[in-house]
């Protein structure tokens, strides 16, 4: 091995020492060839190949002096440094190696082997850091991320493609300009400039990020939205000698993110607020109402006999009455009154702070005769009334829960009046619990002798409509009343705290049943079920699963539980550790009425989910609807998919809607399409003729 020396020292005697302490020897197993210079700029003339280490003997103190040592871009950057220690000013010597502006130090007392491995270890530092520092180039022009690199001025002194594309400029274009005037920022919402993070870095020595909503104005007048991470780059003396830039396009993922937001807080198919944009803003103006000592109104609102509408003009039509009946409420109310849907045929109107008892008779009594008005659904006069239910802060209560449950008792008590009415909340109307009590008393009475009946509704893959698996549904009837509303049931079970005796039964039975089609030669169905959210915050909720499924011998794999998105909301901690036990168990987790609620990415991501189901009032008439709505029930899926989660539709009910899910990218889906809900010996009969 023959290692290539330039020696740079005046010294003639410091010459003669090395020239001698390397003197060729034939029994040595290295080679050190020795040239001298006086200083690195008589170096740098000599024509002769580069070094392959350089030994420099500095002047006393010189360790912070940049002029005895090599430039990073001259001829001997990069090149491994040894100092002379003895010479000199030894301090100085350790403050350069412990600066690295040196790889070591060469003692007078060193032998010849000891320098020629001080020499060796040297150089293979020297490889290693050249090895890294290309490794690091090609990460840095690999990398999908902007990179732009600063000097302390704010110039640029590198950009890789990523940056080039994103601002649309050449590297050419775009090195040793300021910052600022290569990436001109301003905000997405009130165009105000934006201070470039460089900037910001380099007078604070901080890492800095852009404010949500920054925009980048390219090369061509484009703009694109951009989060980022700025740096600042230090030097061995402390300074600031640059910032590091890492940014990325955010454009696409804001849009997708807007428009999840949007559906968080709003109704699909009539774009006015959705319940839980009501709570937050009753929440406000309740506040607003006590600190003014000022009045406001609540005002429940439902369509009378709404059912009869879908069932003799179908669905399509319903939700076109609701847009009109949408349109009317406006024009009845002022722009600082909220409306809100709550879901189905039922709305909520939250008259501002200042609204008394006689502005809210006016207010009901507009609304009255405005619904009452033929509508015109596909040319056919469509007559339809409403009902009203009012309570007053603070006459009726000071908190909105308190005023939300008297106005719905005042609208129960208009619909007991005749429908097509509105009444105004009194202490008389809570008689109306006698028949919530006469509701729960039948239902503990079906659930001690079994008056209870699952149907299965099959969920199918839309390509080929073969059976994937069903969802359990309730259903009661009573030996008077008849068939009873599923939802007025449950509803009824929630308020008693009989739902998880309920939802115990209907778990027991969809297991139980599972498990007879698999015995009777059926291939295995994966069945879901719908829980409540006390069901789910029930302490032995996930030992009674392992024990039903045990009990019953089914894989866990074929139980799927299907979950609102409010029911995991209530309690987030509590909600993901039950779940995350549940899918430790091999259960599959869905949320059920997907898009309806809260619709925040954020939760996502907390909860183990397997499965979304998108809910009916995106699916139907979707394939003729219009591309906005198109668009949301595409975002819709597109979260799924981003998620890395397959969803599935409800209420399919044309196959122009299956055509057009299948499309959009959804592959499985449930609804009249394909079946309505059938009872167990039915569903055994689909699924053993299943292929």
């Given at each position: 091995m023959d290692i290539r020396t330039l020696v740079v020292t005046p010294d003639a005697g410091e010459r003669a020492r090395l020239s001698l302490l390397f003197a060729a020897d034939a029994a040595a197993p290295a080679t050190v060839t020795l040239r001298f210079a006086d200083t690195l700029q008589d170096a740098e003339r000599d024509p002769l190949p580069a070094p392959d280490l350089l030994v420099l003997a500095p002047r006393p103190g010189a360790a912070g002096q940049a002029a005895t040592y090599p430039a990073p871009g001259g001829p001997f950057g990069g090149i491994p440094v040894v100092l002379l220690a003895h010479a000199g000013d030894i301090a100085g010597a350790r403050l350069a190696l412990a600066a690295r502006l040196a790889d070591d130090l060469l003692l007078a007392a060193d032998t010849r082997s000891e320098s020629v491995e001080r020499f060796a270890a040297a150089i293979r530092r020297g490889r290693v850091r050249a090895r890294r520092k290309v490794s690091s180039d090609i990460v840095l022009a690999a990398m999908a991320d902007a990179v732009i690199i600063t000097d302390a001025a704010g110039r640029i002194s590198y950009c890789n493609d990523a940056a080039c594309d994103l601002t649309g400029r050449l590297a050419a274009d775009m090195l040793d300009l300021p910052i600022d005037a290569v990436m001109p920022l301003?905000?997405?919402?009130?165009?105000?400039?934006?201070?470039?993070?460089?900037?910001?870095?380099?007078?604070?020595?901080?890492?800095?990020?852009?404010?949500?909503g920054s925009v980048l104005v390219r090369a061509d007048g484009g703009e694109i939205m951009i989060e980022d991470s700025t740096s600042p780059v230090i030097g061995t003396d402390g300074a600031v000698d640059g910032t590091v830039m890492v940014f990325h396009d955010v454009t696409a993922?804001?849009?997708?993110?807007?428009?999840?937001?949007?559906?968080?807080?709003?109704?699909?198919?009539?774009?006015?607020?959705?319940?839980?944009?009501?709570?937050?803003?009753l929440r406000t103006i309740l506040a607003q109402a006590e600190a003014q000592a000022r009045p406001l109104g609540v005002m429940y609102l439902d369509l009378d006999n709404f059912k009869t509408i879908n069932d003799t003009l179908g669905h399509a039509a319903g939700d076109q009455l609701l847009v009109a009946v949408t349109a009317r409420l406006r024009a009845c109310c002022r722009a600082m009154d909220l409306i809100s849907r709550q879901g189905g045929d039922e709305f909520l109107i939250l008259m501002a702070p200042g609204t008394d008892a006689p502005e809210m008779n006016g207010a009901a009594q507009r609304i009255l005769q405005a619904v009452a008005q033929p509508h015109d659904i596909d040319g056919e006069k469509v007559l339809v009334g409403c009902s009203v239910g009012i309570a007053l802060y603070p006459d009726h209560g000071a908190t909105g829960e308190t005023l939300l449950q008297h106005a719905d008792t005042a609208l129960h008590a208009a619909k007991a009046a005749g429908r097509n009415t509105y009444r105004i909340f009194n202490g008389a109307m809570l008689n109306s619990a006698i028949e919530r009590r006469m509701l729960e008393n039948a239902l503990r009475l079906s659930l001690d002798a079994g008056g209870f009946e699952l149907y299965y509704q099959p969920k199918v893959a839309l390509a080929d409509g073969a059976i994937v698996g069903c969802e359990a549904l309730l259903r009661w009837r009573h030996p008077e009343w008849g068939w009873v509303s599923p939802g007025d049931a449950v509803h009824c079970a929630e308020q008693s705290g009989l739902i998880v005796d309920l939802g115990r039964w209907v778990l027991d039975e969809a297991v139980q049943q599972a498990r007879r089609w698999q015995d009777n030669g059926c291939q295995p169905c994966p069945v879901a079920v719908n829980v409540s959210a006390l069901e789910l915050r029930?302490?032995?909720?996930?030992?009674?699963?392992?024990?039903?499924?045990?009990?019953?011998?089914?894989?866990?794999?074929?139980?799927?539980?299907?979950?609102?998105?409010?029911?995991?909301?209530?309690d987030v901690a509590g909600a993901a550790d039950v779940l995350r036990q549940l899918r430790a168990i091999g259960m599959t987790l869905a949320i059920d009425d997907f898009g309806t609620g809260y619709s925040n990415l954020g939760y996502l991501a907390d909860f183990?989910?397997?499965?979304?189901?998108?809910?009916?009032?995106?699916?139907?008439?979707?394939?003729?609807?219009?591309?906005?709505?198109?668009?949301?029930?595409?975002?819709?899926?597109?979260?799924?998919?981003?998620?890395?989660?397959?969803?599935?539709?409800?209420?399919?009910?044309?196959?122009?809607?299956?055509?057009?899910?299948?499309?959009?990218g959804c592959h499985q889906g449930q609804g009249f399409h394909y079946s309505p809900p059938v009872s167990a010996a039915a569903f055994e009969r689909l699924l053993c003729r299943a292929p």
């Amino acid at each position: 091995m023959d290692i290539r020396t330039l020696v740079v020292t005046p010294d003639a005697g410091e010459r003669a020492r090395l020239s001698l302490l390397f003197a060729a020897d034939a029994a040595a197993p290295a080679t050190v060839t020795l040239r001298f210079a006086d200083t690195l700029q008589d170096a740098e003339r000599d024509p002769l190949p580069a070094p392959d280490l350089l030994v420099l003997a500095p002047r006393p103190g010189a360790a912070g002096q940049a002029a005895t040592y090599p430039a990073p871009g001259g001829p001997f950057g990069g090149i491994p440094v040894v100092l002379l220690a003895h010479a000199g000013d030894i301090a100085g010597a350790r403050l350069a190696l412990a600066a690295r502006l040196a790889d070591d130090l060469l003692l007078a007392a060193d032998t010849r082997s000891e320098s020629v491995e001080r020499f060796a270890a040297a150089i293979r530092r020297g490889r290693v850091r050249a090895r890294r520092k290309v490794s690091s180039d090609i990460v840095l022009a690999a990398m999908a991320d902007a990179v732009i690199i600063t000097d302390a001025a704010g110039r640029i002194s590198y950009c890789n493609d990523a940056a080039c594309d994103l601002t649309g400029r050449l590297a050419a274009d775009m090195l040793d300009l300021p910052i600022d005037a290569v990436m001109p920022l301003h905000d997405a919402t009130s165009s105000a400039v934006i201070e470039h993070p460089v900037v910001h870095v380099l007078s604070s020595k901080r890492s800095v990020r852009l404010p949500p909503g920054s925009v980048l104005v390219r090369a061509d007048g484009g703009e694109i939205m951009i989060e980022d991470s700025t740096s600042p780059v230090i030097g061995t003396d402390g300074a600031v000698d640059g910032t590091v830039m890492v940014f990325h396009d955010v454009t696409a993922s804001r849009q997708l993110q807007n428009q999840v937001d949007y559906l968080a807080r709003h109704d699909f198919l009539t774009g006015l607020p959705n319940r839980f944009a009501a709570q937050a803003h009753l929440r406000t103006i309740l506040a607003q109402a006590e600190a003014q000592a000022r009045p406001l109104g609540v005002m429940y609102l439902d369509l009378d006999n709404f059912k009869t509408i879908n069932d003799t003009l179908g669905h399509a039509a319903g939700d076109q009455l609701l847009v009109a009946v949408t349109a009317r409420l406006r024009a009845c109310c002022r722009a600082m009154d909220l409306i809100s849907r709550q879901g189905g045929d039922e709305f909520l109107i939250l008259m501002a702070p200042g609204t008394d008892a006689p502005e809210m008779n006016g207010a009901a009594q507009r609304i009255l005769q405005a619904v009452a008005q033929p509508h015109d659904i596909d040319g056919e006069k469509v007559l339809v009334g409403c009902s009203v239910g009012i309570a007053l802060y603070p006459d009726h209560g000071a908190t909105g829960e308190t005023l939300l449950q008297h106005a719905d008792t005042a609208l129960h008590a208009a619909k007991a009046a005749g429908r097509n009415t509105y009444r105004i909340f009194n202490g008389a109307m809570l008689n109306s619990a006698i028949e919530r009590r006469m509701l729960e008393n039948a239902l503990r009475l079906s659930l001690d002798a079994g008056g209870f009946e699952l149907y299965y509704q099959p969920k199918v893959a839309l390509a080929d409509g073969a059976i994937v698996g069903c969802e359990a549904l309730l259903r009661w009837r009573h030996p008077e009343w008849g068939w009873v509303s599923p939802g007025d049931a449950v509803h009824c079970a929630e308020q008693s705290g009989l739902i998880v005796d309920l939802g115990r039964w209907v778990l027991d039975e969809a297991v139980q049943q599972a498990r007879r089609w698999q015995d009777n030669g059926c291939q295995p169905c994966p069945v879901a079920v719908n829980v409540s959210a006390l069901e789910l915050r029930h302490a032995d909720f996930v030992e009674h699963m392992r024990q039903c499924l045990a009990g019953h011998g089914l894989r866990p794999a074929l139980l799927q539980l299907e979950l609102t998105e409010s029911a995991l909301m209530r309690d987030v901690a509590g909600a993901a550790d039950v779940l995350r036990q549940l899918r430790a168990i091999g259960m599959t987790l869905a949320i059920d009425d997907f898009g309806t609620g809260y619709s925040n990415l954020g939760y996502l991501a907390d909860f183990p989910i397997d499965v979304l189901k998108v809910d009916r009032s995106f699916v139907h008439g979707i394939a003729a609807d219009g591309p906005r709505r198109q668009g949301l029930l595409r975002a819709v899926l597109a979260v799924a998919s981003n998620l890395g989660l397959p969803a599935v539709a409800e209420g399919i009910e044309t196959a122009a809607e299956a055509a057009f899910l299948t499309r959009a990218g959804c592959h499985q889906g449930q609804g009249f399409h394909y079946s309505p809900p059938v009872s167990a010996a039915a569903f055994e009969r689909l699924l053993c003729r299943a292929p």
